[in-house]
């Protein structure tokens, strides 16, 4: 045998490539091995039949949160990975400094799939997010401290991607734009790209999106009033169309409130699509509105963004926003890192986060993912009815929210 696993019969669509062919993909120790129109089955040990499939590049989500138990909002991400086609998780700065080693611990080491992050400029990280109690981590400037940020980054440098801040009146309380300054400050002397996320103002947009950099991550980009990308007639405002000619990165980041289908509708009529699709998935959005990537990525599809563009911004874009080129393609001697996904028929109501209903006649299922080399079947391929049976837990307590996600201990 030549090959350790072969995905045989599929649509082959590799961006990075430029591939969107029917193709097989063998593996072997862990490494994309082969790519060919007809690759014999009888050189793998395994098969996978991906007949009237999608195969792609394992998908990475660029804005998670899955510091679970460690954090309020984190979920598992293994728990995640089969259904939702990712294969790499970014957590988008759940952890700082000050407990960024046991998310490197007890997460990162433990899970099955990929887990890298951006470390927060918060010290604690994000510590008190949930639907009854919202503390946000830059309120006190005392907590933003460059310096630990930068030796937390070059401490853990293999599996930090960059520097996170949350500004905003939700994120930030009084604090303005000090926290986005001491972001770039440390994001600067680490060598590393800022995600930056707005909520509601202060401070505005206006203030944040000129302080970001080539390379940096706004996240967030479809996000509803107030602070939105567009004015009220659904014109872009002028200084996110020069964001993008600067450079700055449009990161979709779903979550629970940020990600407004008239504001998408808007700026992809002006042909400001999102460079990546992200799910800010966490503990308040997992069972909707967001619910994973791949349900966000159906979001666009339905708004009309193409297929081949949508699979991009979840594989070559978030990888190239990481500087990681070795994931989000399916290159010949790359990790072995691959989703297969199908496009399911039917009707499909979807919601964004204001509670608009968008009804789509389509959306991407995963069959399975190969991480590093291995098959890991969804075995939950054919139960679509999540975003059917969404409604808000907004006078939950965390407790019972995460009891509800988790399990109950006497389960």
């Keep these: 045998m030549q090959f350790d696993l072969l995905l045989k019969g599929g649509r082959l669509i590799d961006p990075a490539s430029g591939l969107d062919a029917p193709c097989d993909v063998a593996i072997a120790n862990g490494r994309i ?75 990162m080491e433990r899970s099955k799939v990929r887990v890298l992050a951006y470390v927060n400029i918060s010290f604690a990280g994000i510590f008190g997010f949930s639907q009854t109690v919202s503390v946000g981590e830059c309120s006190d400037l005392r ?50 790209p800022l995600m930056a996320h707005i909520d509601e103002p202060p401070p505005g947009r206006s203030e944040v999106l000129p302080r970001l950099r080539k390379g940096d991550i706004l ?26 000619e600067r450079g700055v990165i449009f990161d979709l980041g779903h979550g629970m409130g940020s990600f407004d289908f008239a504001v998408a509708r808007a700026m992809l009529e002006e042909g400001l699509a999102p460079d990546v699709i992200s799910s800010d998935v966490h503990l308040y959005c997992v069972d909707g509105p967001a619910f ?71 959306r991407l299922v995963c069959e399975g993912i190969v991480i590093g080399g291995t098959w890991w079947p969804n075995e939950a391929a054919n139960d679509l009815s999540e975003t059917e049976r969404f409604e808000a837990h907004a006078h939950h307590t965390h407790v019972e929210v995460a009891a509800r996600h988790f399990g109950h201990r006497h389960e």
């Excluded at 590049?57 to 086609?85: E, I, M, Q």
């Excluded at 599996?159 to 604090?175: C, E, I, L, N, P």
């Excluded at 980009?221 to 993008?244: E, I, K, Q, T, Y």
């Design 33 to 107: 091995a082969a790519v060919d129109a007809d690759i014999p089955a009888d050189r793998a040990a395994q098969v996978v039949d991906a007949g009237g499939c999608i195969v792609t590049p394992g998908l990475v989500d660029l804005h998670s949160h899955v510091y679970w138990g460690g954090t309020s909002l984190g979920v598992d991400a293994d728990r995640l990975a089969a259904k939702s086609g990712t294969t790499t998780f970014i957590d988008a700065g759940s952890a700082g400094a000050g407990n960024f080693l046991g998310f490197r611990r007890h997460v």
């Design 143 to 192: 907590l933003c401290e460059p310096r630990e940020v930068v030796a937390a980054a070059r401490e853990h440098r293999d599996v930090v991607v960059g520097v996170k801040v949350r500004s905003g009146r939700h994120a930030g309380g009084t604090s303005g734009i000090a926290p986005v300054d001491l972001a770039l400050e440390a994001a600067d002397q680490a060598g590393l």
């Design 219 to 244: 996240t967030h980009c479809f996000r509803p009033f107030p602070n939105a990308p567009v004015f009220a007639s659904g014109a872009v405002r002028p200084d996110m169309r020069l964001a993008r």
């Design 292 to 362: 994973d990537i791949l349900v966000c990525m159906s979001k666009l599809l339905a708004l009309g963004m193409p297929l081949v563009e949508v699979l991009r911004a979840a594989t070559q874009a978030p990888a190239r926003a990481i500087a990681r080129p070795d994931l989000g393609t399916l290159a010949v001697g790359t990790v072995g890192d691959v989703a297969v996904l199908r496009q399911r028929p039917g009707r499909f109501t979807f919601v964004d986060a204001v509670g608009a209903s968008l009804v789509a006649d389509q």
